[in-house]
């Protein structure tokens, strides 16, 4: 079974920009949906992204439309989230997941996940 390993994350000022990577061992990842999602302290895990396994189309919550940037290089099995204008509402730690059933919002639906890489963001 493959592995997906998350990295880019650290500690950025408010407006500042970080780009998280997500590396698969695996290339049946190629044919998968990737998401990436979030959570906080105290909170439950939500969505940020998602691509489809062809790159095509994305998807993204309201609340980082405009400043998030999903992409995928299935060649290199990685895929990107490219972050810029954060805010300290983004801190907290972000996961990246493959559902093989297609690109969805829901956290059910990615079957395999990484360790999640933190991203803080101070005022």
């Known amino acids: 079974q493959g592995q997906l390993v998350e990295s880019g994350g650290g500690l950025v000022q408010a407006g500042g920009s970080l780009r998280l990577s997500c590396a698969a061992s695996d290339r049946t990842f190629s044919s998968s949906a990737m998401g990436w999602f979030r959570q906080a302290p105290g909170k439950e895990r939500e969505f940020v992204a998602t691509?489809?396994?062809?790159?095509?189309?994305?998807y993204y919550t309201d609340s980082v439309k405009g400043r998030f940037t999903i992409s995928r290089d299935n060649a290199k099995n990685t895929v990107y989230l490219q972050m810029n204008g954060l805010k300290p509402e983004d801190t907290a730690i972000y996961y990246c997941?493959?559902?093989?059933?297609?690109?969805?919002?829901?956290?059910?639906?990615?079957?395999?996940w990484g360790q999640g890489t933190q991203v803080t963001v101070s005022s």
């Open positions: 997941a493959a559902s093989p059933t297609g690109a969805t919002v829901n956290v059910a639906d990615y079957q395999y």
């Open positions: 691509i489809r396994w062809n790159g095509i189309r994305t």
